[in-house]
T-cell receptor, first 111, second 113 residues
Framework: DAKTTQPTSMDCAEGRAANLPCNHSTISGNEYVYWYRQIHSQGPQYIIH???NNETNEMASLIITEDRKSSTLILPHATLRDTAVYYCIVRVDSSASKIIFGSGTRLSIRP | DVKVTQSSRYLVKRTGEKVFLECVQD?????MFWYRQDPGLGLRLIYFSYDVKMKEKGDIPEGYSVSREKKERFSLILESASTNQTSMYLC????????????FGSGTQLSVL
């Protein structure tokens, strides 16, 4: 699975859009981009994933660059409850292989 | 919704004890995983299982073993607990093929004294 690079920490004002970047320059053509988040003292929670096209669900939007070497997770209207560590993972689907988490980005939302 | 249940939220054990951490999922997932999480080190994969009785080592398997006798249950075993195994342990499960989201349990905070 391709390696990812994320900033260690970020902050954002409540009500604003939070944009979390992820670099995955060695991504292969069949690897998906997954995002999870972990709120303090809880297990990680799935947010969204995509292959090439931008994706949106009730939690967030995922923007993947045309060359697929980077992506951005967007929380459109951040709230205090979005304070968490956000993990970007790239991997091949349908693969019975291990799933590796990096260090993630610690996102703090300011009131 | 998928539910992944870890048997204990907090556990305190003594050095040298044999420790069992249990994880049960209710959605017939083939894949199950054990991670540990330590401050500054993120989530590190200990073992995973892609089917009943099948297991693969993750990045840090030393000092641990696992058991998967039934599809819904994946146990992590510390044969002789040591203080450096004090950590948060997280279990996860995933369906192979199609939507491959990981579902996590709430975690077990293990303290080895």
């Amino acid at each position: 699975d391709a390696k990812t690079t994320q900033p260690t920490s970020m902050d954002c004002a409540e009500g604003r859009a939070a944009n979390l970047p992820c670099n995955h320059s060695t991504i292969s053509g069949n690897e998906y981009v997954y995002w999870y988040r972990q709120i303090h003292s809880q297990g990680p929670q799935y947010i969204i994933h995509g292959l090439k096209n931008n994706e949106t669900n009730e939690m967030a939007s995922l923007i993947i660059t045309e060359d697929r070497k980077s992506s951005t997770l967007i929380l459109p209207h951040a709230t205090l409850r979005d304070t968490a560590v956000y993990y970007c993972i790239v991997r091949v689907d349908s693969s019975a292989s291990k799933i590796i988490f990096g260090s993630g980005t610690r996102l703090s939302i300011r009131p | 919704d998928v539910k992944v249940t870890q048997s204990s939220r907090y556990l305190v054990k003594r050095t040298g004890e044999k420790v069992f951490l249990e994880c049960v999922q209710d959605m017939d997932h083939e894949n199950m995983f054990w991670y540990r999480q330590d401050p500054g080190l993120g989530l590190r994969l200990i073992y995973f299982s892609y089917d009943v009785k099948m297991k693969e080592k993750g990045d840090i398997p030393e000092g641990y073993s696992v058991s998967r006798e039934k599809k819904e249950r994946f146990s992590l075993i510390l044969e002789s607990a040591s203080t450096n195994q004090t950590s948060m342990y997280l279990c996860a499960s995933r369906l192979t093929g199609g939507d491959e989201k990981l579902f996590f349990g709430s975690g077990t905070q293990l303290s080895v004294l």
